[in-house]
């Protein structure tokens, strides 16, 4: 509660005095227009100028009672004048906006008995940067007064906040009077019962449903308690795994993110905030909207956290809260935001809590693995302070996720110095992420002596160094996450201690997956055999991923490769450690030009029929090299 109290000598004090024109009336600095003036049950809301009795277009004022709503009610008012044998006292209104002047107030005292009923409207404006409010009233009355006090209410509907240091404060007002003369009025304030700092925000997340990689909606609720620092940067570390799909939703342009303006085609989900001071009871509730933006700066996309900022009748506009999004090696999402508002209009915001819900429909869902992880914010305050917070996230139910991964294989080019090209494919709602896989190469498929030679050492190629002979090949992965594929060369590196080079592909786009495929030479019922492991997939979904190893480049081709039917085996492990092996015929027509003599069977089903029913034929034909 603040009390604005302005005194003149009275009549008996010698001198008379000229009476006040015009009152301009700072606050002291700290002292702030408060959030939590419309919060609580009753609504706040704001008294128009016929309501008050005020006709702007002639700027005069009727005698009869306002008819203000009581929820525009902020305070009251004394008024002691040598006039009256007694103090008049009245009430102050909130009034309605106006082009000019986005805060006003309503000044009523009214004593029919003596023919009295005077009115003022006075005009606040705070500061855009530091919020220090200035109440100015103009056109005064030719009205002599002693005491002239403005009483805005306490509690938890506050009007004002105090100053967040303890100390005194001062501020001068200045008062012009009928004469035309000037007058610097100094005033002081003293805050106490200041609490010791702290910066201790808390993180909450829950994911539902919870269960493994089914879509979900994620809510995440950001708090602090009202001894902490305000909030300024955060960083919001995602679990591997737990993803949106990018691709799916049309980002909004980040200079119209900025602007608040995004379309609703780009919404992903909304945020209920509180914002003031003092308990909780006593915060305002301001709601907005989440939105998806186009990447920026780097990142794979953005997050727009557009708030709607009205309180009652006053509205501030929009609080734009921008985040960056990025993907870590494991393919994880970190959301960095680099400044919280702390002002709108002059309006401190003092954000208390924020609930970021995402709920879009098939963009979100939870990661395929089932081992505990976390949800981590790193904060940083106004004042430089940080604190980390975290929170428990562990999908349930891997068990249930399908895993069944397909696999084709083929060689190309020429019989001597083939090429192979292997295509992984599999569905990704509902289904299992791919952790590892090892793949056998057919017996006819050999290293050649020469491509052992080019291979590059792993320090340079870490380093970019690699001569371009040590490129085998190319990689293609395309995942429903991104809107564009993930492509990128096969090097050929020597790692120490491995007796045959590896397979080291980098695969660039929206996001960038770097894969190590370890070779070895295995022995299967006598025949030495290549075998390729790729362990450690990040936990993300592939629709599809395309290893091409280049003709001329890294194999040689066997006597028999056109003489005798070719296999490749697969073994994939899912990232809910379900397990799936796969043998397949090798597609040779490129490079043998015919298909190779071998028995071909087939079979067919028919299933679904019925009244009412859609039948459904299947037909498979297996044999080497066999095409439907």
Do not use: W
Not at 27 to 52: H, K, R
Request: hydrophobic share 35%; net charge neutral; with cysteine.
């Amino acid at each position: 509660g603040v009390s604005v109290e302005l005194t003149m000598p009275g009549p008996d004090a010698g001198l008379q005095q000229s009476m006040i024109s015009k009152a301009t009336v700072p606050m002291p600095e700290g002292i702030a227009l408060s959030a939590g003036v419309g919060s609580g049950d009753a609504e706040l809301t704001g008294c128009t100028d016929a309501q008050f009795g005020y006709d702007p277009a002639t700027k005069t004022f009727s005698d009869k009672e306002p008819t203000c709503p009581t929820g525009s009610a902020v305070g009251t008012v004394s008024f002691v004048s040598p006039l009256i044998p007694e103090p008049l006292t009245g009430k102050v209104y909130l009034g309605t906006s106006t082009a000019d002047a986005k805060l006003r107030e309503f000044v009523v005292v009214s004593r029919p008995e003596y023919g009295i009923s005077i009115k003022l409207i006075g005009k606040t404006v705070p500061d855009p940067k530091t919020g220090q409010v200035l109440t100015v009233f103009d056109d005064l009355p030719r009205q002599p007064f002693t005491s002239f006090k403005l009483n805005f209410r306490s509690g938890l509907r506050a009007v004002l906040k105090a100053p967040d240091t303890c100390g005194d404060s001062t501020a001068t007002g200045t008062l012009e009077a009928f004469n035309g003369k000037k007058l610097q009025v100094p005033s002081t304030i003293r805050t106490t019962g200041c609490q010791p700092q702290t910066f201790a925000p808390t993180i909450a997340v829950d994911a539902s449903p919870l269960d493994a990689g089914a879509d979900t909606v994620l809510t995440t609720t950001i708090e602090r308690s009202d001894t902490d620092d305000r909030l300024d940067r955060q960083q919001v570390s995602l679990p591997a795994g737990l993803l949106g799909r990018i691709a799916k939703v049309p980002g909004c342009p980040i200079a119209d993110a900025r602007a608040g303006n995004c379309s609703v085609e780009s919404q992903i989900g909304d945020v209920q905030t509180l914002a003031g001071t003092g308990p909780v009871e006593g915060l305002a509730a301001l709601a907005g909207d989440v939105f998806i933006t186009e990447p920026f700066d780097g990142g794979v996309a953005g997050l727009a956290v557009v708030i709607k900022a009205k309180v009652g009748p006053v509205d501030l506009g929009k609080v734009v809260v921008i985040g960056k999004m990025t993907a870590r090696k494991d393919v994880g999402i970190d959301l960095t935001i680099e400044s919280t508002p702390t002002i709108q209009e002059g309006v401190p915001l003092y954000l208390r809590k924020m609930v970021l819900r995402m709920y879009k429909p098939g963009f979100l869902f939870n990661a395929s693995s089932c081992a505990p992880q976390q949800v981590v914010a790193n904060h940083t305050s106004l004042s430089g302070k940080t604190f980390s917070s975290s929170a428990p996230y562990q999908p349930v139910n891997c068990d249930a996720l399908i895993f069944d991964p397909q696999m084709s294989a083929k060689v190309t080019g020429n019989k001597k110095n083939p090429g192979f090209t292997t295509v992984i494919s599999g569905e990704t709602k509902g289904h299992s992420t791919l952790r590892d896989t090892t793949l056998t190469l057919p017996p006819a498929l050999a290293v050649g002596i020469k491509a052992l030679q080019r291979a590059c050492p792993q320090a340079t190629y870490e380093a970019g160094g690699c001569p371009a002979g040590s490129k085998v090949g190319t990689a293609t992965a395309v995942s429903d996450l991104i809107p564009l594929p993930l492509t990128g060369d096969i090097n050929l590196i020597t790692i120490p201690n491995q007796q045959l080079p590896a397979l080291a592909v980098k695969l660039q786009g929206l996001i960038n997956l770097d894969l190590l495929l370890q070779n070895n030479i295995v022995n299967k019922g006598g025949q030495n055999l290549i075998q390729t492991s790729i362990n450690g997939v990040p936990d993300t979904p592939i629709n599809r991923f395309e290893l091409a190893l280049s003709p001329n480049a890294m194999l040689e081709g066997a006597e028999d490769l056109c003489s005798a039917a070719q296999s490749a085996d697969g073994k994939f492990t899912g990232t809910n450690g379900k397990v799936s092996e796969k043998k397949v015929a090798v597609d040779t027509s490129e490079v043998c030009g015919v298909t190779p003599q071998g028995t071909i069977t087939g079979r067919a089903s028919l299933s679904g029929v019925g009244k009412g029913r859609t039948p459904s034929l299947v037909a498979r034909v297996s044999g080497r090299n066999q095409k439907i």
